[in-house]
């Protein structure tokens, strides 16, 4: 069965950085493309990042834009967000997220703190 777990969350100063890591099983790795989402107490989940299969095409949300960078390593099932230059309002849980076979599957959330 699909899972995707990821890890690499914590607590951490504005302006300071975050490498998080969704570690894939149960499909195809490279045959999918993948996305980072997160959500903020109150708020909508909304999609971060977008990368495709080969990591060749990458699209981000406007907010995060210039600061974080998604990247994949097929190798290894693997895909990365590297969060720089974070802010308070980064603050989120955030998920690793694929399509596959016509179900979108989630992990369990990693959660992201930014604060002095």
């Known amino acids: 069965q699909v899972q995707l777990v990821e890890s690499g969350g914590g607590l951490v100063q504005p302006g300071g950085s975050l490498r998080l890591s969704c570690a894939a099983s149960?499909?195809?790795?490279?045959?999918?493309?993948m996305s980072w989402y997160r959500q903020a107490p109150g708020k909508d989940r909304e999609l971060v990042a977008f990368?495709?299969?080969?990591?060749?095409?990458?699209n981000y949300a406007d907010p995060v834009k210039g600061r974080f960078t998604i990247s994949r390593d097929n190798a290894k099932n693997t895909v990365y967000l590297q969060m720089s230059s974070l802010k308070p309002e980064d603050t989120a849980e955030y998920y690793c997220?694929?399509?596959?076979?016509?179900?979108?599957?989630w992990g369990q959330g990693t959660q992201v703190t930014v604060s002095s």
């Open positions: 997220s694929t399509h596959v076979r016509g179900s979108r599957y």
């Open positions: 990368i495709s299969t080969t990591g060749s095409g990458t």
């Open positions: 149960g499909f195809t790795f490279s045959a999918y493309s």
